[in-house]
């Protein structure tokens, strides 16, 4: 059974950082592009970027350009999104998933990842 487990949110200041994490189990990890989505309520879960087994990421949102790092550690079945100088407008619930078609690809359509997780709140204050 696949499990993806997200975590490492909070409540910030604007400026501030976050390191989100995300540790998958129940599949061949290394197979897998990760991407990281968020999503605020009453709208879809937007994709903040993606990587692949090897890298480097890409990063789908200019908002979040410069400031976002996405990395994966294979070993450890996991993979992170590093949000430096955070902004009010990035207040969001975070997600992690596989890629479910294409596995190895990355994407930015959210119906092509599966497995999602309970997601990690995080919430930026002006």
């Known amino acids: 059974r696949v499990r993806v487990q997200e975590s490492g949110g909070g409540s910030v200041q604007a400026g501030e950082s976050l390191r989100l994490s995300c540790i998958v189990s129940?599949?061949?990890?290394?197979?897998?592009?990760m991407g990281w989505f968020r999503q605020v309520p009453g709208e879809g879960r937007g994709a903040v970027g993606c990587?692949?087994?090897?890298?480097?990421?890409?990063y789908y949102m200019a908002s979040v350009k410069d400031r976002f790092t996405i990395s994966r550690d294979n070993a450890a079945n996991s993979v992170y999104l590093e949000m430096n100088n955070l902004k009010p407008e990035d207040t969001a619930m975070y997600f992690c998933?596989?890629?479910?078609?294409?596995?190895?690809?990355?994407?930015?359509?959210?119906?092509?990842?599966?497995?999602w997780g309970q997601g990690t709140q995080v919430t930026v204050s002006s």
């Open positions: 998933a596989p890629k479910n078609t294409g596995v190895e690809r990355c994407g930015r359509v959210a119906v092509d990842f599966g497995y």
């Open positions: 990587i692949t087994w090897q890298g480097p990421p890409q």
């Open positions: 129940g599949l061949r990890f290394d197979d897998y592009a």
